[in-house]
T-cell receptor, first 115, second 114 residues
Framework: DTAVSQTPKYLVTQMGNDKSIKCEQN?????MYWYKQDSKKFLKIMFS???????INETVPNRFSPKSPDKAHLNLHINSLELGDSAVYFC??????????????FGPGTRLLVL | AQSVTQLDSHVSVSEGTPVLLRCNYS??????LFWYVQHPNKGLQLLLK??????LVKGINGFEAEFKKSETSFHLTKPSAHMSDAAEYFC????????????FGGGTRLMVKP
């Protein structure tokens, strides 16, 4: 069984569109994250949610809005897509928020291409 | 502020020879350190982690890493490379002063020649 899953795996869309990426974890974890990996493979955290509440927002444009309907899901909605949003987006989860050495488990990634 | 530097963006080895992927970190407190691996078009998988216990950490697939506080290093090694080890490797640091948030290095692409 997949621990952290994301849909879709690939997303190709036009500039200006609005799109969503879904993430689900079946590990029973309390904390979920979104990361962005750019074309140079650099990974940076975007958001962190603990039990449906936002705890980290790393200077991400407000066109990006995470939504957590329950602690097993953290979806990412992006409005007015721009060329620079093209990247791979990874969802992750961990048992608790901010625990020392807490392992985060990553999903397979969603490859977004904005044309 | 915490940061991670992976000293080599690309490393190429022959199958059966040792692997060394270098990582130096900067942290204001006792850090936790991780190595993750990303195979092509795949997600990230945890190889191993250090959390202030034994300084030599053994991970999956024969990898290990040694935490050296005096050198602020956490290099990843494997005695004998396998073709399936070809992937991107990320060194990651987290510490209490940064809310235990993960900070990733720039990655090292490991290529294994037959």
């Amino acid at each position: 069984d997949t621990a952290v899953s994301q849909t879709p795996k690939y997303l190709v869309t036009q500039m200006g569109n609005d799109k969503s990426i879904k993430c689900e974890q079946n590990l029973g974890h309390d904390t979920m994250y979104w990361y962005k990996q750019d074309s140079k493979k650099f990974l940076k955290i975007m958001f962190s949610y603990n039990n449906k509440e936002l705890i980290i927002n790393e200077t991400v444009p407000n066109r990006f809005s995470p939504k957590s309907p329950d602690k097993a899901h953290l979806n990412l909605h992006i409005n007015s897509l721009e060329l620079g949003d093209s990247a791979v987006y990874f969802c992750a989860s961990s048992q608790i928020a901010g625990g020392p050495g807490e392992t985060q488990y990553f999903g397979p990634g969603t490859r977004l291409l904005v044309l | 502020a915490q940061s991670v530097t992976q000293l080599d963006s690309h490393v190429s080895v022959s199958e059966g020879t040792p692997v060394l992927l270098r990582c130096n970190y900067s942290s204001s407190y006792s850090p936790s350190l991780f190595w993750y691996v990303q195979h092509p078009n795949k997600g990230l998988q945890l190889l191993l982690k250090y959390t202030s216990a034994a300084t030599l950490v053994k991970g999956i697939n024969g990898f290990e890493a040694e935490f050296k506080k005096s050198e602020t290093s956490f290099h990843l090694t494997k005695p004998s490379a396998h073709m399936s080890d070809a992937a991107e490797y990320f060194c990651v640091v987290s510490d209490r002063d940064a809310g235990n948030m993960l900070t990733f290095g720039g990655g090292t692409r490991l290529m294994v020649k037959p």
